[in-house]
């Protein structure tokens, strides 16, 4: 998930109750939730370098102790802010973990088990944004501050009570949870109806349903042998699997398993969930070839988002390498 999205969450585990573990609860708690993060050091190496590195090692289950010490650390040693160390620990995993759950959430997925399996794992129930949840995050927020102005204990110079905000807190994360829970459940059913047809004759080899900004819209990801189709599915109407557009896999081409060797595909490759390749001649240099690959989670070759190009001359040698880091333009 975004930034935005992890501090509020942060701040409201703290608010919620945990703030009772440890003085300097909120801060500690807040940097907790997006220290797996710190991997964007990684993008001063390059938006591949980046997207090597990023839900790396951070985001995987065997670094949460550390994930976890570094913000308590920080907060003490550097704020010099009073904590309970074991509290604080305890408290700052807590935030951790909600990390790498909210980003489980996400079709960009995480590799939690991390360095014994560089697997990816994701839920594909919501977007690395959702206004959804940032709507009810900010109401979290504001309710509290509202509440006390309405109230007018602002004025009143009383101590803020160690409660507060506690009730919108809970509000705000059971809304996460339960909206997560829903969103899971649209989803088994899109993924359902997609499993559930053929298409162009053949059965899916496998499908993917992602999220959209309206829980009841997605976008549906089927791959057989021969092509790619991708469709919009709408719970609250009827499917058409006939409306959809396809995208035909590349014929066998050299040219494939050259580009496949270059570093950019090879790094590429270990990102890409489902991988689309297209082989086009090109004018210029005389009988040249430009090998793409398409992650069509994130976009497809009419509209790309995650992509890498390589341009081969007529001899079949590498004459330049291209990667495009980004989500899809929106339709």
Do not use: C
Not at 35 to 44: G, H, K, L, R
Not at 265 to 286: N, R, S
């Amino acid at each position: 998930m975004d930034p935005l999205t992890h501090t509020a969450t942060g701040l409201f585990l703290s608010r919620a109750g945990l703030n009772r573990w440890t003085p300097s609860a909120a801060p500690i708690l807040m940097l907790a939730a997006n220290a797996p993060d710190i991997d964007i050091v990684t993008a001063s190496g390059g938006s591949l370098n980046y997207l090597h590195f990023h839900r790396h090692l951070t985001h995987s289950l065997v670094a949460m102790p550390v994930m976890a010490i570094l913000p308590v650390l920080l907060v003490w040693g550097v704020f010099r802010q009073p904590v309970r160390w074991i509290g604080a620990f305890l408290a700052a995993l807590v935030a951790v973990a909600s990390h790498l759950l909210l980003d489980l959430t996400n079709v960009y997925g995480i590799r939690l088990f991390l360095p014994f399996s560089d697997e990816w794992l994701r839920l594909d129930l919501t977007g690395v944004v959702d206004l959804w949840i940032w709507a009810v995050l900010l109401l979290g927020v504001a309710g509290p501050w509202l509440a006390r102005l309405v109230s007018a204990e602002i004025s009143s110079g009383k101590a803020r009570p160690a409660h507060y905000g506690r009730g919108f807190a809970w509000f705000a994360l059971l809304f996460v949870f339960i909206y997560n829970v829903g969103r899971a459940v649209l989803h088994q059913r899109v993924v359902t109806a997609l499993e559930s047809r053929t298409y162009q004759r053949e059965v899916p080899d496998r499908v993917a349903a992602i999220p959209g900004f309206n829980p009841f819209h997605w976008r549906g990801l089927v791959e057989t042998q021969e092509f790619y189709e991708v469709s919009d599915l709408d719970l609250a109407g009827s499917f058409d699997p006939t409306r959809g557009t396809v995208f035909y896999k590349a014929a066998p081409d050299p040219s494939l398993e050259i580009a496949r060797q270059t570093p950019t595909f090879h790094q590429f490759l270990t990102f890409v969930q489902f991988p689309l390749w297209k082989v086009t001649p090109v004018a210029q240099p005389e009988d040249a070839k430009r090998v793409e690959l398409f992650d069509m989670r994130f976009g497809t070759p009419n509209q790309p988002g995650f992509m890498t190009s390589a341009l081969l001359n007529g001899q079949g040698a590498i004459v330049e390498t291209s990667f495009q880091f980004g989500a899809a333009r929106p339709r």
